[in-house]
């Protein structure tokens, strides 16, 4: 991201500004709401830089992909569904135990991704630049937006569905800082965050519960959308990409 992020980064890495943001939640502010998944404005000054990213990520071929398992068909279904009235309770086991394994799952990524920032952190300089995965990988790190690839692809390999989880771009209006986040929506209206340096927050966290930052933008390798609040006015365009945050290609 930009470069005035940088110092927050490094302060988060090592705990620093986490400590920060934890304290944020004792505000007793009210969790804001929002509606996740509205169409970008035609002036949206991030768009070009989402779809630049898009681009270059697509013309990558990666080798390796666990994919989530194939759905039931046929016969298998049909005695599925009757072992499901059969025994009623079973629905119900299955669901709890293959949430609480993905919640399991997703915060182990995001133990190990804010684990390994401590050693793999590299700025940007001059030019903010978002890295593909590849790039990261044969980089041995970047800043926030490439160490976020690796928790947003291992997700996606482990076998979250593309519509549960996006790329996102947070902004702080405290002092108009930009970071990117990997966001889960196991739930469509408070996804968990996972921060892949810990400059925003440590762990997994609801997006209600980290009061002091605002989304902007929720995104995959086709799809962006842009975040507004449920009531009231959003971030303007000239607030999300104020002198020294701008996005850069």
Same mark, same amino acid.
């Given at each position: 991201?930009?470069?005035?992020?940088?110092?927050? &980064?490094?302060? *988060?890495? +090592?705990?620093?500004? !986490?400590?920060?943001?934890?304290?944020?939640?004792?505000?007793? &502010? !009210?969790?804001?709401?929002?509606?996740? +998944?509205?169409?970008?404005?035609?002036?949206?000054?991030?768009?070009?830089?989402?779809?630049?990213?898009?681009?270059?990520?697509?013309?990558?071929?990666?080798?390796?992909? &666990?994919?989530?398992?194939?759905? =039931?068909?046929?016969?298998?279904? *049909?005695?599925?569904?009757?072992?499901?009235?059969?025994?009623?309770?079973?629905?119900?086991?299955?669901?709890?135990?293959?949430?609480?394994?993905?919640? =399991?799952?997703?915060?182990?990524?995001?133990?190990?991704?804010?684990?390994?920032?401590?050693?793999?952190?590299?700025?940007?300089?001059?030019?903010?630049?978002?890295?593909?995965?590849?790039?990261?990988?044969?980089?041995?790190?970047?800043?926030?937006?490439?160490?976020?690839?690796?928790?947003?692809?291992?997700?996606?390999?482990?076998?979250?569905?593309?519509?549960?989880?996006?790329? !996102?771009? %947070?902004?702080?209006?405290?002092?108009?800082?930009?970071?990117?986040?990997?966001?889960?929506?196991?739930?469509?209206?408070?996804?968990?965050?996972?921060?892949?340096?810990?400059?925003?927050?440590?762990?997994?966290?609801?997006?209600?519960? %980290?009061?002091?930052?605002?989304?902007?933008? %929720?995104?995959?390798?086709?799809?962006? +959308?842009? %975040?507004?609040?449920?009531?009231?006015?959003?971030?303007?365009?000239?607030?999300?990409?104020?002198?020294?945050?701008?996005?850069?290609?």
């Amino acid at each position: 991201m930009g470069r005035g992020i940088t110092t927050a &980064l490094r302060r *988060g890495i +090592f705990g620093v500004a !986490a400590a920060a943001a934890v304290a944020g939640c004792t505000t007793g &502010l !009210a969790p804001q709401s929002y509606r996740w +998944f509205g169409a970008p404005d035609p002036r949206d000054p991030w768009t070009p830089k989402i779809s630049g990213w898009q681009s270059r990520e697509a013309r990558v071929e990666r080798v390796e992909s &666990l994919r989530a398992p194939a759905s =039931v068909s046929g016969s298998a279904a *049909g005695r599925a569904a009757s072992r499901a009235k059969a025994t009623p309770d079973l629905r119900g086991k299955y669901v709890r135990f293959r949430s609480e394994r993905k919640r =399991v799952l997703a915060r182990q990524v995001a133990s190990w991704i804010q684990d390994q920032a401590r050693s793999h952190y590299i700025e940007d300089g001059a030019i903010d630049h978002w890295a593909t995965l590849e790039e990261t990988l044969a980089r041995n790190g970047d800043d926030c937006d490439g160490l976020e690839l690796l928790v947003y692809h291992a997700l996606r390999d482990l076998g979250f569905a593309g519509d549960e989880i996006y790329r !996102a771009i %947070v902004y702080r209006p405290a002092d108009g800082q930009h970071h990117m986040v990997t966001l889960w929506f196991e739930d469509r209206e408070d996804p968990w965050v996972i921060d892949p340096t810990g400059a925003m927050v440590r762990g997994m966290p609801r997006m209600s519960d %980290v009061p002091g930052w605002v989304p902007l933008k %929720v995104f995959s390798e086709d799809r962006e +959308f842009t %975040v507004r609040p449920s009531s009231g006015r959003g971030i303007s365009l000239a607030a999300q990409s104020r002198p020294g945050h701008t996005p850069r290609r």
